[in-house]
């Protein structure tokens, strides 16, 4: 039988320890932000009920969920009648009782409510997580990928939305962006547009062709707005909303004047405009805010704010997003909590990092001090120190006696690691070690305690 050539499913990738350094550099200092602003860590499992997840995503999220076939004989249970419509929509919900998340925000939903009498009110949390979803891989999108969320519950103050404003611009700004922009929009101006335009009804319809303005162009949103039944006379009341242009505040005085018949509408300006004017009290680092009718996030439990988040360094799609979902836990029998939250694309930032040259220099070192020994017996003399770097939080590997200290040099270089500590007959006589620096090349002759200091005050 021939071997089975090894692989992973598209849309995975393994990761190595070099790139496992950089991605804990990106998690690192999103979660460091995360816990400026005040929210607390919490991990969910990587399965839930399909019952948890389906319907909260719209008819293209659902099928995007991967399903996870029921353990034993799973097809012994389903109606013989069911089989032979080979309707596999009618079948799944016989064979399948779970699935991978598709997303950390509805399982935190349900979260909340099986934990609502543990958890102190209003509740800010963090989470970072592999999500899964079931989507053709290319260029920045995976089939499994990391998300970093931090939602609030508990809260209807607009101050969480601009605070999510500002923890973007931080985050991204201490990883190296320079320039990127945070689109800000209202699903309850979208709910205005429609209402003016007699089509409440098919708000989704909408939403889902503007939010591919930016893919498929404006006469790409309009073929599919007439496939959905909207008439030319409503396109046309739609084209100057959606092609507004201008600063956020001429924006918003058009967008007023257009959604005058609409409370909600204006409700939805309202809130922006409050949103913006508590960003006017802060100074953003590298990120600006912009006001983008078109963004329409895609999925169904938003019903506030929604964001995006994109660089204007590299091609690449959005890099966050998130929203209010006033409802989204009603869904699972807790009522009236609202809630909000942002993510942050990982993967994605991974990939425009690289990119751009953005990881530090010292990213993809793990080991700091290698400590190399010609024999056992300087093996033996080395362990009181190795004990004392690692003490010091310093990561220090002492490389097994035995092979040439050629082949010891070999491996510090391909770990990138700044500093090796030599130790043969002469440094153990003398109590000297020869102490180098890998990148300058330079070596000195120092005490065990001086190698100390210089590496204390250096690392």
């Not at 995503?57 to 089989?83: A, T």
């Not at 998300?147 to 973007?168: K, M, R």
């Not at 909000?340 to 700091?368: H, W």
Request: hydrophobic residues 40%; aromatic residues 8%.
């Amino acid at each position: 039988m021939a071997a089975i050539k090894p692989s992973v499913p598209k849309g995975t990738r393994d990761f190595s320890p070099a790139e496992m350094v950089k991605r804990n550099f990106i998690f690192d200092t999103i979660k460091g932000v995360f816990r400026k602003y005040g929210y607390q860590q919490i991990e969910t499992p990587a399965m839930e009920n399909l019952s948890t997840l389906m319907g909260k995503y719209g008819d293209e999220g659902d099928r995007l969920i991967f399903k996870i076939l029921n353990s034993g004989d799973f097809l012994s249970k389903v109606d013989p009648q069911k089989l032979t419509t080979h309707n596999s929509v009618l079948v799944t919900q016989d064979i399948s009782e779970k699935a991978l998340r598709y997303d950390l925000t509805v399982p935190f939903a349900r979260y909340v409510v099986q934990h609502q009498n543990e958890i102190t009110f209003p509740f800010k949390r963090f989470q970072v997580q592999p999500v899964w979803r079931a989507d053709r891989p290319q260029k920045g999108r995976y089939r499994e990928f990391f998300q970093c969320d931090a939602d609030v519950v508990g809260s209807d103050s607009l101050l969480n939305e601009a605070e999510f404003i500002l923890i973007y611009d931080e985050a991204l700004s201490s990883l190296g962006f320079k320039d990127f922009s945070i689109k800000i929009n209202n699903r309850k101006i979208l709910s205005g547009i429609a209402e003016v335009i007699d089509k409440i009804d098919n708000i989704i319809d909408l939403t889902v062709a503007i939010d591919k303005l930016d893919k498929i162009g404006l006469d790409g949103v309009i073929i599919e707005l007439l496939e959905k039944g909207f008439t030319t006379d409503d396109i046309e009341k739609l084209k100057p909303v959606i092609l507004l242009e201008g600063s956020n505040t001429i924006k918003l005085q058009s967008l007023r004047a257009a959604l005058g018949g609409s409370a909600i509408g204006l409700k939805g300006c309202d809130e922006i405009e409050e949103v913006l004017t508590y960003i006017d009290n802060f100074k953003l680092q590298n990120g600006s805010v912009e006001l983008d009718i078109t963004l329409a996030r895609g999925l169904n439990y938003y019903t506030g704010a929604i964001f995006e988040v994109k660089t204007n360094e590299a091609e690449m799609g959005s890099i966050g997003g998130g929203g209010r979902y006033d409802d989204l836990t009603g869904m699972f029998g807790l009522k009236g909590l609202t809630g909000a939250g942002i993510s942050f694309g990982a993967d994605r930032i991974y990939d425009v990092m690289e990119e751009l040259g953005l990881f530090p220099e010292d990213a993809n070192q793990s080991t700091q001090v290698l400590i190399c020994c010609f024999d056992k017996d300087g093996e033996l003399y080395a362990l009181p120190l190795l004990q004392q770097l690692r003490d010091a939080n310093i990561n220090t590997e002492l490389y097994p006696a035995g092979a040439k200290i050629k082949k010891q040099m070999e491996y510090a270089n391909n770990k990138n690691v700044p500093y090796t500590i030599l130790i043969g007959s002469d440094e153990m006589q003398t109590g000297l070690l020869t102490f180098k620096d890998m990148a300058s090349g330079i070596q000195q002759k120092l005490t065990g305690k001086e190698i100390m200091a210089l590496l204390t005050t250096s690392l």
